[in-house]
Structures are given as C-alpha cells and as structure tokens.
C-alpha cells in the first residue's frame, strides 16, 4: 500500500502523533522570526516605511517640516517676557545749559578775535603802520588828517634810506613820531641857506614840490648810519635844523602811500629822485 511506504520515509514519531504529509507545491514564505502568537505582515516593496529614530514602546514619531524652523531666542526664565527695544527710540539729550552757551559763544569769538588781534600787532610793529599826517610840515606834498602807510621792511632789511625818502621819525622829547623828508646822507657835508639845501657846497636840486625860508644851517658832515631830514614847508617845520642828524635807528619806517581821503590816494614820490645842480644858491 502506499501508505505503508509513507510512513517507512519518515522520522520516527512517538506513539499517538500523526503524520501529515506536507504538499510541496505549497511552500511556507520566510518570515522573520516573530513571537509567539504574532501575525506576519508582508511589506509592500513601494510602499517604504519612513526611516525613524529608535523610540521607546508607545511613543509615536513625529515628522517635523523643514520650512517651519523654530525661531531663536534668548534663554529666560520660565514666565519671563521678551521685549524687544525699538532703536529708533533714542532718549533725547539734554539742552545745554544757560552757562554752558554762554560759555561757548565766549570761546568762539576769543578763538577768531585774539589770533586777528596778534595778527595785527605783528604786522604793525615789523611790516607797516598807518599814520596820521599832522601839521603843515610837509605842505604842498602832504595835509592835514591825510593818512598815509609806513613800511618797515626796506630799512631793516633791504637797505638804507636815499635821498628824497619821505620818512617817520621818532625824535627823543617829541610826543608824536615826525613825517620829514631825507635830503643829505652819510658822509656829505650839508648846509642850509634860505631854505635851499647845499650838499658839499652845491645846491640841491629838489624835483618834489617845496616852500624855501626858515632858519639857516651851516656846513655840518652827517655822520655814518645818519641822514639829515627836512620838512617840504622849510618856514613852518621843526627838523634836523632843530636836532640834527637823525640816527638811522630812529626811523620807523618810509611812508609811500596815501590811502585816505579816498579821493587822494597816491604814491608819494621823491625817492631817489634828488640831483645836485651845480650852482651857487640864490641868497
């Protein structure tokens, strides 16, 4: 019988068990070892299982979006707000105060006056100074209340003054500084008659404007680093004929321009301009 022949292919099986014989066309699919009582379930090859991280029994995972990121914040304390400070909120500063201002404005005008102020001293004492012509010694050429600029350069260091040199002195025992005009240098013996001016025993020839008279003066030599000075109003001017020779220290300056009156301003002319004229002087 064949079921004899079954049974003698077979293990040997306690007593009581029965044989089952297994189809082969029906074969069992592999499965993962599972528990007991646990059901298999096949997967599906696209349908995949999302990738998780390991968590423990009865939690669910949760997916968060990428596009929804939490925003950063500082560390508080539980129950603590989170104010953010408007910049454009600024406390305003205070209005300086009354002394302050005062202050400020004393500063600025101290910081433009004084420094013009010291300009100014500067360029009086060593570049020009503006006089005042006063008295009629210098009539025809000069006025009254005419204002006139010194330089101060030229004496101090270019070069002695010359002859027909319109120039102001400082006289010892006189108040004010002199306007005269230079009509003899150093070396030269001049003598003084009638207003008319002789240089080494000949007359001057004077090309500026003059008025002759006055007091005489005879033959002196002017000594080195001196000039003999004349006012152009011989009848009317306290000069070298009064104090003789002036020190060349005691020039201030050379006046060359008349600046006031508007309507006279003009060079002063006369310097260097002096020639001697060989003849006798008209007495």
Do not use: C
């Amino acid at each position: 019988m064949e079921t004899s022949n079954i049974l003698d292919e077979t293990d040997d099986l306690d007593p009581g068990m029965e044989a089952v014989a297994l189809e082969p066309e029906l074969e069992q699919p592999e499965t993962d070892d599972l528990g007991t009582g646990t059901e298999a379930v096949a997967l599906d090859p696209e349908l995949e299982q999302p990738e998780t991280d390991d968590f423990g029994p009865g939690t669910e995972a949760v997916t968060l979006k990428p596009e929804l990121e939490q925003p950063e914040t500082d560390d508080f304390s539980p129950g603590t707000e989170a104010v953010v400070l408007e910049p454009e909120l600024a406390q305003p500063e205070p209005a300086p105060s009354i002394g302050r201002r005062l202050l400020r404005v004393v500063w600025e005008v101290l910081s433009t006056v004084v420094p013009a102020i010291v300009i100014a001293i500067l360029v009086n004492i060593f570049v020009t100074q503006a006089m005042v012509v006063q008295g009629p010694s210098m009539q025809p050429n000069l006025h009254y209340d005419q204002r006139v600029m010194v330089e101060k350069v030229t004496y101090r260091f270019i070069h002695s003054p010359d002859r027909g040199d319109v120039v102001v002195i400082q006289v010892p025992g006189e108040n004010e500084p002199l306007i005269k005009r230079v009509v003899a240098l150093a070396g030269e013996t001049v003598e003084v008659q009638v207003g008319q001016v002789l240089i080494d025993g000949e007359l001057l020839d004077e090309p500026w404007a003059i008025q002759q008279g006055g007091p005489n003066y005879p033959p002196t030599l002017v000594s080195p680093l001196h000039v003999f000075v004349l006012g152009d109003n011989r009848p009317s001017s306290r000069d070298s004929r009064s104090f003789g020779p002036v020190s060349v220290e005691q020039l201030i300056g050379r006046a060359w321009l008349i600046y006031w009156p508007l309507d006279q301003i003009k060079l002063i002319k006369g310097q260097a301009d002096g020639r001697i004229r060989k003849r006798p002087p008209q007495l």
